[in-house]
């Protein structure tokens, strides 16, 4: 089974922006792994901010935005706000399964 | 509003078997493949099976093969997880969803002696 790789930990500067990053054991992520990427709060179910690659839902910030950048999936969040602060998840597809990453701890300080 | 309710978890033995519902209102069920994703305690979202719209196609994620059945009702809109030959390391919160856009509260499975 593939292993889908984040970043443990990042940490943005309240107004600031970050890239969070999933990369693919088997090679580059492309749109054909349909990338998504979750919102985790504690104590909250997930939230889905983003699905195939870049499409967003009706509830999903504006500040957020998804894209494939050097061979990965990326979440670039684009003037931080308190209430980012979570652990996000990207999921890929695999030829009719789907594998998370490990998420990234996201600290907005 | 779209609205997701598991049930059925709860404390079994290593060995046992426990069955989860998903209820689902808010959206046509019979129009979205549906998925259930788990999380154990202080660990990561894992995604654990789909089916198809129409029960005809489904998928599991390697931990849980031959052990797990997922299944649904569409006249009833709601979505089943059979879970048999439980292990310790079953134990999470387990998620519904709808084609991985909503999500459920989730239900509590502890698999211990």
């Known amino acids: 089974q593939a292993v889908v790789t984040q970043e443990p930990s990042l940490t943005v500067s309240p107004g600031g922006t970050v890239t969070l990053t999933c990369g693919s054991s088997?090679?580059?992520?492309?749109?054909?792994?349909?990338p998504y990427w979750f919102q985790r709060k504690p104590g909250q179910a997930p939230r889905t901010l983003i699905y195939?690659?870049?499409n967003k839902h009706s509830w999903t910030p504006a500040r957020f935005s998804g894209s494939l950048l050097g061979g990965k999936a990326a979440l670039t969040l684009s003037g931080a706000q308190p209430e980012d602060e979570a652990e996000y998840y990207c999921l890929l597809s695999y030829s009719g399964t789907w594998v998370f990453g490990g998420g990234t701890k996201l600290t907005v300080l | 509003e779209v609205q997701l309710v598991e049930s059925g978890g709860g404390l079994v033995q290593p060995g046992g078997s426990l069955r989860l519902s998903c209820a689902a209102s808010?959206?046509?069920?019979?129009?979205?493949?549906m998925h259930w994703v788990r999380q154990a305690p202080g660990k990561g979202l894992v995604w654990v099976s789909h089916?198809?719209?129409?029960?005809?196609?489904?998928a599991y994620t390697d931990s849980v093969k031959g052990r797990f059945t997922v299944s649904r009702e569409n006249a009833k809109n709601t979505l089943y997880l059979q879970m048999n030959s439980l292990r310790a390391e079953d134990t999470a919160v387990y998620y519904c969803s709808n084609g991985l856009a909503s999500w459920g509260q989730g239900t509590l499975v502890t698999v211990s002696s």
């Open positions: 808010g959206f046509t069920f019979s129009s979205y493949w």
């Open positions: 195939d690659t870049s």
């Open positions: 088997t090679g580059a992520v492309t749109s054909g792994h349909y």
């Open positions: 089916i198809s719209t129409d029960g005809s196609r489904t």
